[in-house]
T-cell receptor, first 117, second 112 residues
């Protein structure tokens, strides 16, 4: 079974530029997550999709971040314009939505390491 | 406001001995706890979980203990192996959306 794919793996941009990340979840997984992980911290959820609908985007800085999941499969996360504090690893994860309760196991991609200069 | 805390940034253990990683939480609404393992340049990988209705869950060399009264959980690895060297994250969830709140991680180093 193929895992979660992400691209690019690394990106270096200057502040005020824009950047986009792509994620392809595991086939059949309805739920997709984007996390931001700053060095020395745990991942922080930015947005959660269930199929192509947004479940929670309460921690997404909507003035500069946007995300979409067209057709309920692939997803893109965009930052425009980038700030220095956006330097982090952006992780995409997916899970198969359970209906019987209990936390779902999330499967993570390798992440995109972003450096904003 | 850190709802999930891993107070030890790093831990060094001799190969073959027991590794004990600790995690504390503040939100009594958390009903599911998970441990993830992360190697450099890779995404986190699920390791083991425990529901709040249990106090212990075991999977091979890995055992997670939950003490609800103390709002504390721990991960025991016995015996520790070199391949266990990684960063270990504790995460918790509450509610039907299963969103995870993560600790900052503990870097485990297994010495030969």
């Amino acid at each position: 079974e193929a895992g979660v794919a992400q691209s690019p793996r690394y990106k270096i941009i200057e502040k005020r530029q824009s950047v986009a990340f792509w994620c392809n979840p595991i086939s059949g997984h309805a739920t997709l997550y984007w996390y931001q992980q700053i060095l020395g911290q745990g991942p922080k959820l930015l947005i959660q999709f269930q199929n192509n609908g947004v479940v929670d985007d309460s921690q997404l800085p909507k003035d500069r971040f946007s995300a979409e999941r067209l057709k309920g499969v692939d997803s893109t996360l965009k930052i425009q314009p980038a700030k220095l504090e956006d330097s982090a690893v952006y992780l995409c994860a997916s899970s198969f939505r359970l209906t019987s309760g209990g936390a779902e196991t999330q499967y993570f991609g390798p992440g995109t390491r972003l450096l904003v200069l | 406001d850190q709802q999930v805390k891993q107070n030890s940034p790093s831990l060094s253990v001799q190969e073959g001995r027991i590794s004990i990683l600790n995690c504390d939480y503040t939100n009594s609404m958390f009903d599911y706890f998970l441990w993830y393992k992360k190697y450099p340049a890779e995404g986190p990988t699920f390791l083991i979980s425990i529901s709040s209705i249990k106090d212990k869950n075991e999977d091979g060399r890995f055992t997670v203990f939950l003490n609800k009264s103390a709002k504390h959980l721990s991960l025991h690895i016995v015996p520790s192996q070199p391949g266990d060297s990684a960063v270990y994250f504790c995460a918790a969830s509450a509610g039907s959306n299963y969103q995870l709140i993560w600790g900052a991680g503990t870097k485990l180093i297994i010495k030969p």
